[in-house]
C-alpha cells in the first residue's frame, strides 16, 4: 500500500494514489498533493474541490460528472457549468483529479 | 497508471509458442494486465478470511502461513460440494476447441490465456493431490506441486478470464470454463486474494444495496435530477416511485444506470417508458442493485448480495419483479436465483398489465426482463414511436455474453431497436448471438489500471465493430449491460475512434413519443437533435 510523505507524517494512500481515511484530509494536503502533480491550486479549483466535498458529506459518494457540472453552472454560473472549464482545472478530468484533491474515494462498479 | 501501447503496437500479436514447456515457463506478471488488490476493510465488511495487505508486484503476497492447506482444503471441499467441477477436472481431452475462442488468447497470444491452459493451471494442482496418477506419476501425468510461483500464476491468469463462457460453446464435453474460473478466483479470495474492483462494490452493495454505495437520498437526488432532464427535453414532469409499497412490479436495474455515463441516458430511458404506459411500479432503496460482483468472489457471498431482491419484493408487497438492462444480473437471476432464495412462492407468475401477456420463461422466478417486457409492448402496438428522431445514428448491437450464453435472449433487443431506430446493421456472425465476442471487461475486471488487458480482451468486439464502421458507417454501439456501457466508451475510443455507445433503453427514450410532449429538439443527453438547430434558438 503507497504511503505518503506530509509533513513527516506518512498517510497511507490506495494504489490508485487517493486518501485510504478521509480523516487524514487537510488544506494544507491538497496543495501539496496538486504541487506534485504541477498544478497550482487557485480560487476556482478550490470552488470545485469545495463543491466535491460538500456533496460527499451530503450523499457520501462523489457526483456524477452530470451533477458537478449542473450544479457549478447553477451555482457559478454557466461559463463554469461546463466539461470543457471543469477539464481545464483538472487535465487529468475532474472526477479522479478533483475528488483525489478533495480526498474523496473513487467510484467502483460498472462506471 | 501503466502507459497505453499505441493500438499499432498492442495489435500486433505472436502467436508462436514458447519453446518451454508451460509449467516450466513462469508466469510473467506485467503491469497493466492484473487489478490492485482488494481494501482490506472492504473483505472485512463481508467477513472474507485473511483480509491483508499486499502487491502484486512484490514477491511477498503476505499470505497466511497455513495457505497450501487453505488451497488445499478449498479445492477439496468444491469437489464434494459441485459435481461439475470435479468433472471439468476430470473429462477435458486436450482438444483445443476453446483455445482460439478466447477474446485474451486471440489479443495476447499467450498460451495461458488458452482456455484449455487456464484450467490446467488448475487441473495440474487437482492432480497431484488428488489423483492416483498425479500422485504417483506427478509430472508425467499432468500434475505439479502447489508452490508460491504456481498460485500467483493462477492468479494472474484467472483475473485475466471474464466468465463470457464463449470457449464453453465449442468445447465438444460442454466444459464451462467460467466455472473453473469461478472456483479458481473462490479457493484464492480463501487466501485474501481478491481485487478492489470487486471486492468495493461487494462491501458497497452489502452495506448501502448497491455496488457504487448510493444512498437512499442520494438514489432520489440522481432519480430527481435525470427527471428535471427528462422535463428538459420532452416537457413533461415525471416523478419516480421509490419504495412504494403494494406496487405491482418492482424495478431493479444496474446501479452503474443511476450514475454511469452513457448508463445514466438508459436509466432516463426506463423512466419515460414506465411514466407513458402508467405502470404500476416502484424503485428501491434496498434491493438497488441488479448487478452482483458477489458473483465473483464465491457463490455465498453472491447468494448474501442476491436475497435482497426477494426479501424486498416480499416486504413491499409486488406482484413481480422486472430487471433492467444489466449483463451478468441476468446469469444470475437467470440460472441461480430460484434455487439460492426462492422459488419466491409469495409472488405471482408475472402477467404484463398493459397486454395481458403471461411470462411463461418466468415462471418460477418471477423475474421478467426488460427487453421481453418491452418486445411485448411494442408487438401488442402499445407504444408510439418517432425511428427518425434516431436517424443520424447508424446502430450495431452488442450481445452480452451473460443475456446471450446466460440466457439465450437474442431476438428481442433487436426487435426492440429496429423498432425504435431506422439504421440497423449486424456485426458478423460469428461475432454476435451465442457466439457475442466479450467486452473484454467483465467479471468485475473494469478498473482502469489493467487498461491494457481490457483493451486487448476487448480487441476481438472492436474489431467486428470496425467491420461495420467500414463497411455501413456504423457509428452507435447499442447493448443492454451496464457493464458495457462503462467498458466500452475507452474501448471504441482506443480501437475505433466516431463510434458512440448506448443502452437500447436511451434510444428507446429518444425514439418514444410521449402523451403531451412538446416538441423534442434535444435528445436525452441535451445535444440538439440535427435538423433542430433553429428550433433551439427560438
Known sequence: ?111 | MPKLPKPEELSKISLIPPEKSWMDAPAEIREGMFCHPAKVKELEAVSFPNAHKWSVMDKDWNLPVDWKEIFLNGIKERLLRYRSFHVFMDICVRCGACADKCHFYISTGDPKNMPVLRAELLRSIYRKYFTASGKIFGKFAGARELTEDVLKELWYYYYQCTECRRCSLFCPYGIDQAEITMIGREITNLLGLNIGWIGGPVANSFRTGNHLGLEPHTLKNIMETLADDIEEVTGIRIDPPINKKGAEVLFVAPSGDLFGDPGVYTAMGYLMLMHEIGLDYTWSTYASEGGNFGFFTSMEMAKRLNSKVYAEAKRLGVKWILGGECGHMWRVWHQFMNTWNGPPDFLEEPVSPITGTKFESAKSAKVVHIMEFVADLIKHGKLKFDPSRNDHLKVTFHDSCNTARGMGIFEEPRYVIKSVCNHFHEMPEETIRERTFCCGSGSGLNASENMELRLRGGFPRASAVKYVRERHGVNMLANICALDRAAFPPLMNYWVPGVDVAGIHELVGNALVMEGEGERTMNLRLETLPGKEEAEDV
Open chain 1, 1 to 111: 500500500m503507497p504511503m505518503y510523505d506530509f509533513q513527516g507524517k506518512q498517510i497511507e494512500l490506495d494504489d490508485d494514489g487517493f486518501l485510504l481515511n478521509l480523516d487524514d484530509w487537510s488544506k494544507e494536503l491538497a496543495i501539496d498533493m496538486a504541487g506534485k502533480e504541477g498544478i497550482e491550486l487557485t480560487e476556482a479549483h478550490w470552488e470545485v474541490i469545495n463543491f466535491l466535498k460538500d456533496y460527499y458529506k451530503k450523499y457520501q459518494i462523489a457526483p456524477m460528472i452530470k451533477v458537478l457540472v449542473k450544479e457549478m453552472g447553477k451555482m457559478m454560473g454557466k461559463d463554469k457549468g461546463n466539461t470543457k472549464y471543469l477539464y481545464q482545472l483538472f487535465p487529468a478530468g475532474p472526477a479522479v483529479q478533483a475528488c483525489k484533491y478533495a480526498g474523496l474515494p473513487k467510484p467502483t462498479g460498472c462506471v
